[in-house]
Each structure stands twice: as C-alpha cells, then as structure tokens.
T-cell receptor
Framework: KAGVTQTPRYLIKTRGQQVTLSCSPI?????VSWYQQTPGQGLQFLFE???????NKGNFPGRFSGRQFSNSRSEMNVSTLELGDSALYLC??????????????FGPGTRLTVT | ELKVEQNPLFLSMQEGKNYTIYCNYS?????LYWYRQDPGKSLESLFV?????AVKQEGRLMASLDTKARLSTLHITAAVHDLSATYFC???????????FGTGTSLTVIP
C-alpha cells in the first residue's frame, strides 16, 4: 500500500504570495490532519478533515485554510505569506477521525521557505 | 491551553544503558501518543496509549500512561545507536478538538 504523499516537497515563496500544498492519504483513509513544524514553535496542529468536513482547527490565523476532496486528498492554503510561515508542513492520514483511533501515518512533509 | 512538557530536552546516553523520558500534560486526557523523528525526516508513530494504565512495548522501547498523574513515560532499555532521534509525545484533549505536541527530546546514543 502506498504511503502518504505530499507535493511539492520543497517550495520557495516570497512574502505576500500565497501557496497551496497537497496531501494524498493512504488509500481508504478518510481523515487528513495538517501540522506545522518550526524550530521556534515546534510541532503545532493546524486542522483535521474527515469526509470533506473540517473537524478541528488549531490556533492559527485565518490565512491558513484547507479543504478535502471527495477522494480524501487534501489541500492546505496559506495566503499573504509571512517570513514566520517558513516551516515543514506535515500531513497525516488515518482511516477514521484521529480521536477515535489514534494511529496516524505521516507524509514526508513539504518544506516551505518564505523570503 | 493545554501544555505538554517533556524532559529531558536533550539526552546523551551510552549504548547499553537504560533511561526514561517523561511527558507531563496539563489537562484531562486519556489519549497519548509517542512519535520518533529522524533528522530532516517526517514523524513515525511509535505508540498509541488510549487508557489509564496502558503499557506498550516495541523492541527496546516501552511506553506507559498514567492519566491520573497526567504523565507518560518512554523507557529505553539497553540503548543502541539506532535509537538516536528526537522523540515527541502528543496529547489529544478529551474533547478531541485540539492536539498538542511536547517539545521533543533529542536522544543521542553514544557507542
């Protein structure tokens, strides 16, 4: 079974631009969660989608948004990029919502650099 | 806001020795997770602990959860170099709405 895939793997953007990251979960998984990892703030939960509905959202500004498609693929969008948005963005998938089962499978991440 | 504290933050240990990493959290939760991250890599799920008193073991690692003390431990037995990595615990609030990671423990096992 193929693992979680994320595209692109690396991205360089300029302040003020917007960016869209993509995550394809393991086949059959309907929950996708997104996380941000930075040296200063560590790992932080962004949001979780299940069956095309956002279930939970972390403490991030509205510039961070996401969606999930009927095939469970998810996209995350960050608008009006700031230098502090430079981070490794991880997505994780699971068959059911995270709080029901717990096990998550992580993708390789997208490293975003904002200049 | 839930706080998740790990200690130590950095751990250097010799091969063959035992040690314990601690994860304390500040709110009611009976779901705790341990992950491993190698440098420049993604997260790998190690353990999912879903009830008070849960204990799970895989190889040289054993994790336990005490929800009354709001404490989880990750015990390393007879460390080997391959265990060198950063270990994170993470906690689900019981509402399921938020998910918080600890600060991470950077483990270096010295031959």
């Amino acid at each position: 079974k193929a693992g979680v895939t994320q595209t692109p793997r690396y991205l360089i953007k300029t302040r003020g631009q917007q960016v869209t990251l993509s995550c394809s979960p393991i086949s059959g998984h309907r929950s996708v969660s997104w996380y941000q990892q930075t040296p200063g703030q560590g790992l932080q939960f962004l949001f979780e989608y299940f069956s095309e509905t956002q279930r939970n959202k972390g403490n991030f500004p509205g510039r961070f948004s996401g969606r999930q498609f009927s095939n469970s693929r998810s996209e995350m969008n960050v608008s009006t990029l700031e230098l502090g948005d430079s981070a490794l963005y991880l997505c994780a998938s699971s068959p059911v919502p995270r709080e029901q089962q717990g096990e998550q499978y992580f993708g390789p991440g997208t490293r975003l650099t904002v200049t | 806001e839930l706080k998740v504290e790990q200690n130590p933050l950095f751990l250097s240990m010799q091969e063959g020795k035992n040690y314990t990493i601690y994860c304390n959290y500040s709110t009611t939760s009976d779901r705790l997770y341990w992950y491993r991250q190698d440098p420049g890599k993604s997260l790998e799920s190690l353990f999912v602990l879903l009830s008070n008193g849960a204990v799970k073991q895989e190889g040289r690692l054993m994790a336990s959860l005490d929800t009354k003390a709001r404490l989880s431990t990750l015990h390393i037995t007879a460390a080997v170099h391959d265990l060198s990595a950063t270990y994170f615990c993470a906690v689900d609030e019981n509402t399921g709405n938020q998910f918080y990671f600890g600060t991470g423990t950077s483990l270096t096992v010295i031959p």
